[in-house]
Nanobody, 116 residues
């Protein structure tokens, strides 16, 4: 059972990246999915989430720039990040919450660095 996130890297401000998180060992469509991030010296915060049914929420700080989506046929959730800012620099973590049971999984994190 694991979540594997990838797609991070170094990008200039104004650029784009797409993060992917592949789930294995779970029934993917029973989980609500989310992306969190943690910048140095700051608490982990929710960036975006998507329910089993495809309802999304997005943090105000990234609204209009980041889009979360999921492909249940590939057991994968994505985070498309456009118009990146220096303040988006953080480790991004994938999260899965079972829609009924108290079960939560975290991915290993992928580093996004935005340079000015």
């Amino acid at each position: 059972v694991q979540l594997q996130a990838f797609g991070g890297g170094l990008v200039q401000a104004g650029g784009s990246l797409r993060l992917s998180c592949a789930a294995s060992g779970i029934i993917f469509n029973l989980y609500d999915m989310g992306w969190y991030r943690q910048a140095p010296g700051k608490q982990r915060e929710l960036v975006a989430s998507i329910t089993r049914g495809g309802i999304t929420t997005t943090a105000d700080s990234v609204k209009g720039r980041f889009t979360i989506s999921r492909d249940n046929t590939k057991n994968t959730v994505y985070l498309q990040m456009n118009s990146l800012k220096v303040e988006d620099t953080a480790v991004y973590y994938c999260n899965a919450k079972h829609f009924v049971r108290p079960r939560e999984l975290w991915g290993q994190g992928t580093l996004v660095t935005v340079s000015s």
